[in-house]
């Protein structure tokens, strides 16, 4: 422990004196420790970290960077996860956390003994571990910004998440706040789509014989197929309808765009932010400045790389991008 | 001198502490820096909540009875422990107090209406379930100061966590298997009509055990805050399972009154160090709990074995 601390004094001495050398992180172990693996976010999360770590690890990069998901999603199962990967000798760890806070123990032995916690997504409070966040708030806003953009003004329908998470309650937060700061929309109904298809769209038909003309709907994600289908039901004009990403929103989008240039944009978080975790901590072995807490930038899906972005997706999937060590860079000086 | 190695007392007795030997051993050869104070400190930690569990768990089973809340009943009081306690000690106090006072009343219920304890204590893990997520409706929360530096003391030469657990074993040992009202309480357990005869309260026999389980559910609670410093509703659940587990790997029985206090805490922390082992031969999670399973099918399988010897003698 001890031998491994002055190594990293002596990195962190090396980088000061001459910044053009770097430590090596050829020989440096980095582990996921993943809480909950049950939906296809999660799966395509896994699919990426194997990806871009498996080539990390073939071209020499970093020796090795094994996924360990908990059978349970329970707190008690990770923290003794991450007290075995301590013992392990790991240099960093990478988490997506059970909680926000009751791993927090286990994260501070884990920095008390030298190695780097980067969490990402599910992210912890403990002050030594890094933090590569979503800024859902920010989410939300764009989707009104945008709409500024496209229309002069109008009533709006919300589709929100699952009641009582915090991710809900961001998202929707944001997007009140740009209404607020565009005061010629305005909310006129809101229903929760619980980020499924099926869900909204039932929700959606609930609501829309009570609605006066719709000029656009608003939405956090999994939702936007869904709402269409209940507009195209319900016989009323196709408003315009921010979507989430998932291939069955941009296979609508596709068909409209071709059919009759339908516009609109797409937003949502891609699971490859893992990667990114990923290469967070190995520019942190490799003794490079990096800020506590970093916010990750969502993947905005416009409508010119509309076609790229369905042709690169899986049917049933979520777009995703994949970080290169560049483009983790180019997130910690922008953040 | 052989015959008394071989008696299957002797052996039975042994089996407990000779798997956890097995286990340590395994994991020293696999991973030779967990063989020091810093690594058997971090391996061992979370025994200490689990081993309390564990003994509360037997408690009910000293008493024929089986708890399937005590999971739930652990994060209860974890949540009521890192907001109330840390908050207005005051009110923490008089609550946890008042959840040992349920576990007693609980017992006093399945006695006086002679309720299956299964089905009573299945009931009860969603009510306390619930509580906690009104008390805490997200994680959170922070564990009190002097708690959290209970779980992090670091004690001379042997770690904390050991020291913990040896100390429990032994005070639970003395106060069930060493004193008069201890072999009461063993007795209702085992033989309730002959206690009873005796002249004996099985009510209140079955109120000190649940009550006590009650406590020792909140030491349990306490000390997993002190580790992990916040709490969470779930924290717990899989200490019910957790906690059975450690009494049967520990030489208990589920016919009541065979119990060992402190072959249950060996069984708690073979547990535990079962999932470090797993970790450390590189086995997928997704494939861990059923080795954990297999793991302790082996162990009973050696006891149904010497079991089998003892009936043929």
């Known amino acids: ?335 | 001198m052989v015959d008394r190695l071989t008696s299957p007392r002797f052996l039975r007795a042994v089996l407990p502490a000779a798997s956890f030997a097995i286990l340590l051993i395994a994991i020293f050869y696999l991973k030779p820096r967990t063989m020091s104070y810093f690594g058997l400190n971090l391996m061992l930690q979370y025994t200490v909540p689990i081993a309390l569990a564990t003994i509360a768990q037997m408690f009910i089973i000293t008493v024929n009875d089986l708890d399937l809340s005590i999971g739930p009943f652990v994060g209860l009081t974890a949540c009521i422990g890192a907001t109330w306690l840390a908050d207005t000690p005051l009110l923490g106090i008089l609550a946890l107090a008042g959840c040992v006072a349920a576990y007693a009343a609980l017992g006093a219920l399945i006695h006086w209406r002679n309720l299956p304890s299964i089905v009573v204590t299945l009931g009860m893990s969603f009510v306390w379930l619930g509580i906690a997520v009104l008390i805490l409706p997200t994680p959170g929360g922070t564990a009190p100061g002097w708690v959290k530096w209970l779980m992090g003391v670091k004690t001379p030469v042997v770690p904390f966590p050991i020291v913990a657990t040896v100390v429990i074993g032994l005070v639970v040992h003395l106060l069930l298997m060493r004193s008069s009202y201890g072999a009461v309480l063993r007795g209702a357990g085992g033989n309730p009509r002959a206690i009873g005869r005796a002249g004996w309260s099985l009510l209140k026999t079955k109120m000190v055990m649940f009550g006590a389980a009650g406590f020792f559910g909140v030491l349990s609670g306490l000390s997993l805050i002190g580790l992990t410093s916040a709490a969470d509703a779930h924290i717990a659940d899989r200490y019910t399972l957790y906690a059975i587990a450690g009494v049967i790997l520990g030489g208990g029985e589920f016919v009541g009154g065979r119990v060992s206090p402190i072959g249950a805490v060996i069984g708690a922390m073979t547990l535990t160090l079962t999932g470090s082992f797993l970790t450390f031969l590189k086995i997928s999670p997704d494939w861990q709990i059923g080795a954990q399973g297999g793991i302790l099918i082996i162990v009973l399988a050696l006891r149904a074995l010497i079991n089998r010897r003892e009936g043929l003698v």
Not at chain 1, 35 to 46: E, F, I, K, T, V
């Open chain 1, 1 to 335: 422990m001890l031998s491994k601390l002055l190594i990293g004094v002596g990195a962190a001495a090396l980088c000061a004196t001459a910044t053009i050398s770097l430590a090596d992180t050829s020989d440096k172990r980095i582990a996921l420790s993943n809480n909950y693996a049950g939906n296809s976010w999660r799966q395509a999360m896994l699919a990426s970290w194997e990806k871009v770590t498996g080539a990390a690890v073939a071209d020499g990069t970093v020796a090795e960077a094994p996924a360990f998901t908990t059978a349970e999603n329970q707190v008690t199962e990770q923290a003794a996860q991450i007290q075995n990967m301590i013992l392990e000798g790991y240099d960093a760890i990478v988490i997506n956390a059970a909680s926000p806070d009751a791993l927090n123990g286990a994260v501070k032995q884990a920095c008390d003994a030298g190695i780097v916690v980067v969490s990402f997504d599910g992210i912890v409070t403990e002050p030594c571990a890094y933090r590569i966040a979503v800024d859902f708030h920010a989410m939300g806003k764009v989707e009104v910004e945008y709409l500024a953009t496209r229309l002069d003004g109008g009533d709006l329908l919300e589709i929100r998440g699952l009641a009582g998470v915090f991710v809900d309650d961001e998202i929707s937060a944001g997007i009140h706040e740009g209404v607020a700061e565009n005061p010629q929309f305005k909310i006129v109904g809101s229903v929760h789509g619980d980020w499924a298809q099926d869900v909204a769209q039932k929700a959606v038909a609930g609501i829309l014989p009570s609605l006066p003309e719709i000029s656009a709907v608003v939405t956090q994600g999994g939702d936007g197929y869904g709402a269409a289908q209940a507009f195209a039901a319900a016989g009323r004009p196709t408003p315009l309808i921010v979507m989430g990403n998932r291939y069955d929103e941009m296979l609508w989008w596709k068909e409209q765009k071709d059919a009759n240039g339908y516009e609109t944009m797409s937003v949502s978080i891609a699971p490859g932010v893992g990667t990114l975790a990923f290469w967070v901590a190995q520019m942190i072995l490799d003794g490079k400045e990096v800020p506590q807490d970093l916010t990750v930038p969502f993947l905005t899906i416009t409508q010119d790389t509309l076609e790229d972005s369905l042709a690169a997706t899986q049917p049933g999937g979520v777009a995703n991008v994949e970080y290169s060590l560049e483009d983790a860079m180019a997130v910690v000086s922008g953040g």
